[in-house]
């Protein structure tokens, strides 16, 4: 077989096999895709990369009343009082960088993200509290956060959940990686809790009523996609205008 031959096949570029998709195409020749190199899947992956998890750890530590700093060696952190008696957690994180290319020596205790313990253990303290809604800057419309699982149990599939964003039938369903991306660029808003004016409240559930009907997207293969609201965002109300001096 001539090595141009499989060179043109594969699409870089486009990241496709032969015209197709390249995930479609590891699903029919392995089967699945558990082995697969998803950095290189065009479409149904994120293009999202590490520092693109940095905002979410500020955010976490803040929240952990831990301030976050950086050197030229990267970041460092004290871990949050709630964590200090776990014993997977050193007291102190230093160098940490959001950073794939960092060298194989130093990777293991310095590269963080998804997998890294610290980070592992911010995700499930943050999955695990009972808040369903936040008000945040920066956020151009009511947004309903919705988990999508396949109701087909035994797929063997490496996906079987993802969330996405909401915010009406006009615009559809956000997928996870625009939507991370897009509330990146939020700011969390500390307010007391407060009573929905009664406009928004009629927003919010029509929000709620119409995502049940939605035509989900095609979510990684999933037979029977369901959706289930798990919680609403909301754009920080507009500050009322100064009051010039001359009235």
């Not at 141009?4 to 096949?9: E, H, I, P």
């Not at 303290?125 to 808040?131: E, K, L, Y």
């Not at 407060?194 to 990684?220: G, Y």
Request: some cysteine; overall charge neutral.
């Amino acid at each position: 077989m001539r090595t141009d031959t499989l060179k043109n096949w594969w699409d870089v570029k486009n990241t496709r096999f032969g015209g197709e998709d390249a995930l479609a195409t590891a699903r029919q020749l392995l089967g699945g895709v558990a082995k697969y190199d998803f950095s290189t899947v065009a479409g149904d992956i994120p293009k999202l990369d590490l520092p693109q998890l940095e905002p979410f750890f500020r955010v976490a530590m803040q929240k952990h009343g831990r301030r976050v700093t950086r050197s030229d060696a990267g970041l460092s952190v004290a871990t949050p009082e709630i964590m200090r008696n776990d014993l997977e957690l050193k007291p102190r994180y230093d160098g940490l960088q959001f950073d794939r290319t960092l060298p194989p020596q130093g990777a293991m205790s310095r590269m963080m993200g998804v997998g890294h313990v610290l980070m592992d253990k911010l995700l499930d303290h943050a999955s695990a509290q009972q808040v369903f809604t936040a008000i945040l800057s920066g956020l151009e419309a009511p947004t309903l956060l919705v988990k999508v699982e396949d109701e087909i149990t035994g797929t063997k599939a490496t996906v079987n959940r993802v969330i996405l964003g909401y915010q009406g039938s006009t615009q559809g369903f956000i997928r996870d990686g625009n939507l991370l991306l897009a509330l990146n660029g939020c700011a969390l808003i500390e307010q007391p809790e407060h009573k929905l004016e009664n406009s928004l409240t009629r927003h919010v559930q029509a929000l709620i009523d119409d995502v049940s009907k939605a035509d989900l997207p095609a979510v990684l293969g999933f037979r029977h996609p369901k959706a289930r609201p798990i919680m609403v965002l909301l754009p920080a109300p507009a500050r009322p205008a100064c009051a010039t001096e001359n009235g």
